[in-house]
């Protein structure tokens, strides 16, 4: 039969905001799955009309207006403080932070890290894609070793700048006991999806800190195609990251 | 704001499910070619919403329904509609 | 209802940390969030300890980035919020403060300034003035009350989360290591008594009902993609704190109403030292009057001119080099008078000491 | 005065290295030139747009208010752009439109993906309200030229060229820079590829000259 | 002898990054820190590449906060080190600038302003002008030059390096976005070759021998115990950046020797808009001059109130929202000249828009 | 025999400055305790000439003269960037970050954790105290749970503030090959001396990050005579924090 | 004219805790009272400043350049508040002097730890040069006058209520409150303690009294 | 500044060793006290540099030269010698 156009309804989130799409990442950029995972997690657990959603600066930044939910964009790596804010001030809502690996293991480190020591009960979604994609491709502290960036033109020297950032295994080292703690990738979807809203229960049922890490793509600065993303996101990145749950709440600990 | 959007879709029917996509939805990323486990998804002469080759399926009827293609698309520009007889066996 | 922390009229005395806390209670914040740094730390002592008894909540944050934006966080959510600061932490602040100022997020933050530049000291200044109501890579679209007495720490701390919360500008209470740390006695009140409504807090963010669907999304930002979206913004800014100016200027005269051999220009605790100074320089034969700003910003302009217009010469003293007499030369500009300055940042200044410069200079 | 240049397509359609071009060549030939790229956040996805100024003199503001000529790629690109345009503006656009070819942003030449020659064509369309909407243009603009610069290097030449056909009628519309110095500017970019595949230049060239031929010389200076 | 990286003079074609890039190279700077940011990463992308061909470091830091510190820690140690930044990064910067500020230490900052307040835009704008001239909880004891094309750039970079070592101050180098990112001509040469000898960057720390045994220990520090030990520092930093303003200012005039109808008070590349539109009025038989402050810090004072002395009126032309302007009023008090004034905060201005005003104005 | 009055040298270390001598920490802090092996350890190891101490504010900053080591004081939290700095610039240097509990984990975490991820040649020595010392005794991000302090004056609460900062645990969770990572205590002097030496050790051999974490006692701010400051070290910090070495140069592993 | 005073001495000798007395005594009074403690960057081991003014009518600035009673209770202290002395001042110094014993800045009447009864008294002293230096007094100052409070209170009270004799010496020198209202602040302090220990509220009222006999009223203010 | 300084001690003999206290070094903390093993550390009548009770031994010759005071001492303000016959042994 042949190819014909119709009208229908894109398989989107409810949640979406459809009056935003097409979304404003590049094609083939993972922020766009991870959002996708994440619209389907606040669907099936319906509380949309809860969630506050914030935004870092960096490519993260593009879902601004991504949801229909209420969302505030904020500074770069300053939204890990935005929301816990928000949820010190109203416990009721459920406070998303989507963040880059710039804006949460470099210029908001701090944050991250004593957002996850006082056991914030927030949810913090960091996407992993080895470089500063809004500005252009830098080197991020997640860059793998010989990754060439904008600031590591030779490719990044473990012996001058160190090996990629280990978040959710720093993390873990410091959370404790109602912290939820995991790596997902795009490469598993449906993993992916589970860890997000397990990371939202676990904000939910108010145990504590939530952290999901994301391995995912940039291939406009990766300059790969479509193969080529695939092959680094599920080789060389997950060569590197560790993909699992890393502090799951419950399973209660002595430190 | 209650009724879900339509957009403009190119569909292609075949045995077990039709292959729907957004051409305004759809960046040419090529990521849901790389997982059709048949591949079966080509470039189609069709423009996506940046004026880059959207996609479509070489032969729909190889299609297994597997939904893949729907599921790794970051800008949700698929949607396989599995034929009614089929959707019974899911 | 919740009981009220201050009732009817009370006469204390105590430190203006202290009095910071007891305005906060009264005003009805809902919440604190902060970083020790001193002179400023009791603040959030006195609050720890009192907060907890009528409701209210304290988060202490890693630095005072953290304490800026979750500060921000809290209003969105619908919060009285408001943190405390001073010196480096001020520094930190200003990036929250931006964003505040872009974003019309009203915010109350508290600075009892200490000596600059860098760490320098934890006692006393006036070093502050410039980046409190100019900092950040903003347009200075800010409220200033410099306070010069407990009285007056606890009336603008007060009258701070009203400005804020009805203008939605960054509301800031400047006042200074002695005033934090010293005491001195007040009388502290419900202002609901005094007739003082305080401005509700909306959210900004979390409202009822499925958003997209009972009602639009909120969707707040603070990036645009091209220079005319922000010029528009910008500019709707700038328009709003100039309708608002008028409303929100306060000042002092003393010893204004005649021709004047030289009038005093000062503000915060340094004003006191003029006043004081008033009397010694009739002694002196010496016809002085004094204009104290309260709002560093908006500038009542008006009314500094209009009292500069009536003296031969204008003096300028104050605890920094030179921040408030740029202001005040900015403020008096096409006025011909001649302005001397008495200049001691970070040190205090007495009555005998504005005296003797001004006879001196005289 | 300056000749002032507005160029606005879609990230990817390769205006900003036609803009380049443009300001190299001017710059090789002794004259005084400014470029300077729109720079939104988004990396891909917003609409691409360069500032192009040329002159004899030192240039003195790098924006401006008003162009010279304007050539807008896209729909996006044509909202983006109105205002640029006063009566004194020759306004160009290609009206095979939004099906602009891509090309990546810093190389003249290459196109990622190109079409599985399987592919077949939709059989009918529906008008649906998520259809591409048709832009106004700008009426006030001095003389409208529409171009269908992308159709024709799709059918002539090939698509990858659509971008140095633009250049071509650029060129062609304000005179700014002599045709040589275009020419060697695009020869010091893609030399080592022209030398690879002298095809490649001679495809070029043509598309320069096809594109200079879509316009007369409507002398802005 | 280590290879020069800019030999002779040569006439380059290139974006206002990439010659901040080589102008520091020419200066013979050592070391860079950053952290990206819109519009100013190329200048580390450049210098990334560049660098190690002639035996020189860069290290990309977690944030700004430690890119200035680094930065310092390397001035500190001996290098002639630098970084770069802009909107919200300069905010973050202003604490390690307020220390530098207080300690003496020279550092160099290059800033491609872009708009604000908060993350705004990534594109174009003259809004850290405060900011850059007084941040931090300082007195601005700082050097800023305001530069308006690429030629400025590749100049003022080289010789703040000079500035800052000599005299000791924190020194920017102000530019904007539109300059980072565009390209234009100029010609780059070695500075050696045109006589400028580079200021040699001493060791503040870790010098030769054991201290303590063979030379007195080195303790630098920036916080004091007393109002008065504090006093005496600032005065004295004061004193010196007052010694050191007349031989820092710089200033262009153009058309201002004669009297005017108007003088155009601009900087930076806004000042190139007012050039532009000088032979515009002429045309429109507007006397006008144009007087462009290169150092808005220090301002050259005299030089400006001279040319504004020969006006019969002044406009003041910026893309920010009074922030030049206030340094105009300050550096003109006394003076009974009108001021009009053009604010675009963020956007661009050319010369035609200029001419527009000022003839509706008139 | 009695007690007579003579002139005779204390035992101090060669490098520590006599003339800022007695120091200005309170009496029984920690602080002097560290510094004081600190200095045996540059003594032994000869570099009182290479080493650029630098220290914080918070107490630490009451080291700014303490040794006869060039020295700077920074801002609070910036030590690691500042010596950073330092190091890169002249590698011959020895560089000593020093700095508190507040300085290192709170407002400098994010230097802390990226100096550790860059593996940068440096050591880092930081103060738990449990507390903000030199601000008057406020809560620390190493506060013990229902420890008082004058923010937390019902004690510190884990549900609201969480639990003490594992900071050697979370470093040695993302530092590398070539770092080291301990965690000694005033409790254990010669242990101490052993982890400081080490340290730098570490760095003069060019391996990478080191750091060493004091359990230190305040007993201004504690408010406990000497026998309630030693219990606290040695009894209440220890079964919060276990002393030892947590990553040794030399011991290859896979990340 | 407010009465201005300053008194500094080591951190432990509790001289905020006087400064804060006498402080409150006066607003309890009815007078307008400033009390500035001077905190330096240091928990402990510097010098201790306090700074007072009380007045009939509100106190303009809280800090003042000279004193009309400056109480310097280490070598130390002396230094430190030289700058506050000129010839209006009385200047009132313990010559018993460094010797000066500890009681913790925030309560009065606790020290925290005493010799051991066992303790022996060194046989000879060398005079070498790190011996405690001598200090030189203001001279400039109008009245000097030399206590041994501390000697005094060890032997006839308690070494702990070294600092309200102070107190006491501070009152006598000044008259700025009455001797009543400074009991009843005591009072307001350490009532419970007193309740519990009577003996206790004896002891601090007969330092107060002993530390006022010690000088004269000089007719401050 | 090579030399290296002395300061004023209090000394006290003992069988095997002499127990130095520095005045103007000690601060009265009471670290040392704790940890003497022989617990002969006791509160002096003589004061630290701070005017609080220095610290002596109750009775030297019991001391065992450990050095344990002066190695928990944060400000040096003990030193032991051990006597020369003593020394050797170590
Ligand atoms: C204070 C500050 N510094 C720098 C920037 C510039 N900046 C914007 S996005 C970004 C990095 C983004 O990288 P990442 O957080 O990894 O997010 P990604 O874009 O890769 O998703 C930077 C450095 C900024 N906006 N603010
Ligand atoms: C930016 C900034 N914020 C706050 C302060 C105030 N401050 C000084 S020291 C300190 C905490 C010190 O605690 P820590 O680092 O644990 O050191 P400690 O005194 O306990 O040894 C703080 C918050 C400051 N100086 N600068
Ligand atoms: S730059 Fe990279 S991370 Fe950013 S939107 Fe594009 S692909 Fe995604
Ligand atoms: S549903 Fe499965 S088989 Fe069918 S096109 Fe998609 S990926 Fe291929
Ligand atoms: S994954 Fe989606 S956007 Fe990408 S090519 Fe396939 S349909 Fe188009
Ligand atoms: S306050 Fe605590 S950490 Fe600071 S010097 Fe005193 S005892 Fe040491
Ligand atoms: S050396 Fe040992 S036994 Fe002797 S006093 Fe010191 S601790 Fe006690
Ligand atoms: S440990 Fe040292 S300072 Fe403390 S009491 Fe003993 S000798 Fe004195
Ligand atoms: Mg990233
Ligand atoms: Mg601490």
């Known amino acids: 039969m042949a190819k014909e156009t119709i009208a229908l309804t894109p398989a989107m989130p409810k949640c979406w905001n459809p009056d935003s799409k097409p979304h404003k990442f590049c094609p083939g950029c993972g922020h766009g799955l991870t959002l996708k995972m994440l619209g389907q997690a606040i669907d099936e657990l319906g509380i949309q009309d809860k969630v506050i959603f914030g935004c870092d600066i960096g490519c993260s930044l593009l879902s601004w207006d991504f949801f229909n939910v209420d969302s505030v964009q904020t500074h770069h790596g300053r939204t890990t403080p935005v929301i816990t804010g928000i949820k010190r001030a109203r416990p009721e809502l459920i406070g998303i932070a989507y963040m880059g690996d710039g804006g949460g293991y470099a210029i908001g480190a701090q944050h991250l890290v004593n957002a996850a020591t006082r056991n914030e009960k927030i949810t913090a979604i960091l996407i992993n894609n080895t470089n500063y994609g809004m500005t252009g491709g830098q080197m991020a502290p997640t860059t793998l070793p010989g990754q060439i960036t904008e600031t590591t033109p030779f490719g990044r020297d473990p012996e001058d700048s160190g090996y990629p950032t280990m978040g959710p295994e720093m993390v873990a080292a410091i959370a404790r006991e109602g912290a939820y703690v995991a790596r997902g990738s795009m490469a598993n979807l449906r993993q992916l999806k589970r860890f997000l809203k397990k990371a939202l229960e676990n904000q939910m049922e108010g145990n504590g800190f939530s952290f999901v890490e994301v391995l995912s793509s940039c291939p406009t600065n990766w300059r790969t195609n479509a193969e080529a993303t695939w092959r680094f996101v599920e080789k060389d990145m997950a060569e590197h990251f560790p993909v699992g749950e890393f502090k799951v709440p419950g399973k209660k600990e002595e430190k | 704001m209650t009724e879900a959007t339509k957009w403009r879709a190119f569909s292609q029917p075949g045995k077990r499910a039709s292959f729907n996509l957004f051409p305004d939805l759809c960046k040419g990323c090529g990521l849901c070619m790389q997982k059709c486990p048949v591949k079966i998804i080509i470039w189609s002469q069709d423009l996506g919403v940046y004026g880059t080759p959207a996609v479509e399926t070489s032969d729909q009827d190889k299609c297994i329904a597997c939904k893949m293609c729907e599921n790794v698309c970051p800008d949700a520009a698929i949607r396989i509609i599995v034929n009614p007889q089929d959707k019974d066996k899911e | 209802m919740k009981e009220k922390p201050v009732k009817g009229e ?353 | 005065m300056a000749v002032r240049i507005v160029l606005a397509g879609e990230g990817g359609q390769g205006v900003q290295v036609i803009a380049n071009i443009l300001a190299e060549a001017a710059y090789a030939e002794g004259k005084e030139a400014v470029y300077i790229p729109n720079f939104g956040v988004e990396q891909r996805g917003g609409v691409s747009i360069a500032f192009v100024q040329i002159d004899d003199k030192r240039i003195d503001s790098p924006k401006f208010p008003k162009a010279d000529i304007v050539v807008a790629l896209s729909n996006r690109a044509v909202d983006r752009t109105r205002q640029y345009v006063d009566e004194r503006t020759t306004f160009v656009y290609d009206d095979s439109l939004v099906a602009a070819a891509e090309i990546h942003e810093d190389v003249i030449g290459i196109q990622a993906v190109e079409a599985d020659p399987r592919s077949q064509r939709q059989t009918e369309a529906v008008d649906d309200s998520k259809q591409r909407k048709t832009v106004r243009l700008p009426e006030s603009a001095g003389t409208i030229i529409p171009l269908s610069a992308n159709d024709i290097a799709k059918k002539e030449l090939h698509p990858r060229v659509f971008n140095v056909m633009i250049l071509g009628a650029v060129l062609k519309a304000t005179g700014v820079v002599s045709v040589e110095q275009v020419k060697a500017a695009l020869e010091a970019r893609l030399g080592g590829k022209f030398a690879k595949n002298p095809e490649l230049r001679d495809l070029n060239y043509r598309a320069l000259e096809r594109g200079m031929g879509l316009v007369e010389h409507v002398g802005v200076n």
């Not at chain 3, 809902?30 to 020790?36: E, K, L």
């Not at chain 3, 300034?113 to 934890?122: D, K, N, Y």
Request: aromatic share 10%; net charge negative.
């Open chain 3, 10 to 362: 009370r006469r204390v005395f105590m430190t203006g940390n202290e009095v910071c806390a007891w305005a906060a209670l009264a005003a009805d914040a809902d919440i604190m969030f902060g970083y020790p740094i001193t002179p400023q730390t009791d603040i959030m002592q006195y609050w720890t300890r009192l907060a907890p008894k009528y409701g209210k909540k304290f988060l202490q944050t890693e630095d005072e980035i953290s304490a800026g934006f979750t500060t921000l966080g809290a209003v969105i959510a619908g919060k009285r919020a408001f943190s405390a600061t001073t010196g480096p932490g001020n520094v930190l602040f200003q990036e929250p403060m931006s964003m505040a100022e872009m974003m019309r997020i009203p915010v109350v933050l508290i600075i009892p300034m200490r000596g600059g530049p860098s760490t320098a000291t934890v006692i006393y200044s006036q070093q502050e003035v410039t980046m409190t109501a100019f900092g950040g890579n903003g347009e200075g679209f800010r409220v200033v009350y410099s306070t010069a007495g407990h009285q007056d720490l606890y009336d603008y701390t007060i009258k701070a989360f009203n400005t804020a919360w009805k203008y939605r500008f960054p509301t800031f209470v400047l006042s200074d290591g002695y005033q934090g740390k010293m005491r001195e006695s007040l009388t502290i009140y419900d202002p609901a008594e005094r007739g003082i409504e305080m401005v509700k807090a909306e959210p900004m963010l979390g409202l009822p009902g499925i958003p997209g669907v009972d009602r639009p999304t909120r969707h707040l930002r603070n990036t645009y993609n091209t220079e005319e979206e922000l010029y528009e913004v910008v500019m709707q800014i700038a328009r709003d704190f100039e309708k608002a100016a008028p409303e929100i200027v306060e000042w002092q005269d003393f010893d204004t109403d005649s021709e004047m051999d030289v009038l005093i220009l000062a503000h915060g605790v340094v004003s006191r030292a003029a006043q004081g100074a008033l009397p010694l320089l009739k002694n002196e034969g010496i016809k002085a009057g004094h204009f104290r700003p309260i709002t560093l910003r908006p500038m009542p302009e008006e009314q500094m001119r209009a009292a500069a217009a009536r003296a031969n010469r204008v003096v300028v003293v104050e605890s920094a080099y030179g921040q408030f007499l740029k202001l005040v030369k900015e403020t008096l500009y096409g006025m011909d008078k001649p302005i001397d300055a008495i200049l001691r940042p970070g040190v205090g200044i007495t009555a005998e000491e504005i005296v003797a410069e001004i006879k001196e200079r005289r």
